[in-house]
């Protein structure tokens, strides 16, 4: 007799479980859900669109292919290979002597030139590349401007110069949460071991660059936007699949040297 009741209070507590969750979900305004998704979207797509004739307008942008076709073809391989859609990311090559990358709204990546100088192989390059993919891919950046400056002031953006510099700012300058670098810092990991990129060199630079920061100003404003590079350093290099394969070049080492060359 009380195994039966047990029986019946369990089926009644089950029974009041599913009842409860049919009301929540029926009171789920779906329709409401799917349209801020869509206006987000929307103004991240717009809010890049301003960046960018904003870095056109302020910024030195380089055309020289000698420097921009190294960070193409690794973008395309890392995007290619993971299943990203390569044609939905813009990226901007900019003649500044700072060791800086990031990215923007509306899917773009800016590197600057002093990165380009700084890095001592492609595969440090990529590994930098892979990392500002994985904030675009998880929408990261959006995140980050929003807890900075607000999704009101987001929405309505104009293109008033001294806003987008505002924004331009806070995106170059200002550090994403510890668990977003942590989470882009493992996706790098995983985008650079599927395209057979070697991510070892990804943690190699992070510990260069922990290691001059004190001795070289070039360094703050990646410092400022990718802070504990050590302790991140080393989770990469936990994180590294002990029996990864030796990487294949992806660029020919004349467009290497010739970039090298160029800067």
Not at 18 to 36: E, I, K, R, S
Not at 164 to 191: H, K, N, P, Q
């Amino acid at each position: 007799m009380k195994q039966t009741y047990t029986v019946l209070l369990q089926g009644l507590l089950l029974l009041i479980a599913v009842l409860l969750l049919f009301v929540l979900l029926m009171g789920t305004d779906w329709a409401g859900l799917t349209n801020a998704e869509e206006r987000s979207e929307q103004t991240a797509q717009r809010v890049g669109e301003l960046m960018y004739d904003f870095i056109n307008e302020t910024e030195e942008v380089a055309t020289d292919t000698a420097l921009t076709n190294p960070v193409h073809q690794l973008i395309q391989k890392l995007c290619r290979d993971n299943g990203i859609d390569y044609s939905s990311v813009t990226f901007h090559v900019l003649l500044n002597d700072e060791v800086n990358a990031f990215a923007l709204p509306g899917r773009q990546l800016v590197v600057y030139t002093g990165l380009l100088d700084e890095c001592r192989n492609e595969s440090e390059l990529a590994g930098v590349l892979a990392h500002e993919l994985a904030h675009i891919e998880q929408d990261h950046v959006m995140k980050k401007l929003a807890k900075e400056l607000g999704f009101s002031m987001l929405s309505t953006l104009t293109n008033d110069g001294e806003t987008l510099g505002l924004v331009f700012e806070t995106l170059g300058s200002s550090a994403y949460d510890r668990e977003l670098e942590i989470a882009a810092d493992m996706a790098a990991v995983e985008y650079l071991e599927v395209a057979g990129l070697n991510p070892r060199a990804f943690a190699d630079i992070l510990y260069r660059i922990d290691g001059m920061q004190d001795s070289s100003p070039e360094f703050l404003d990646w410092i400022s936007t990718h802070p504990d590079a050590q302790s991140r350093a080393e989770a990469v290099m936990d994180a590294v699949d002990s029996e990864l394969p030796i990487p294949e070049p992806v660029l020919p080492s004349a467009m290497w040297d010739d970039m090298k060359a160029a800067l």
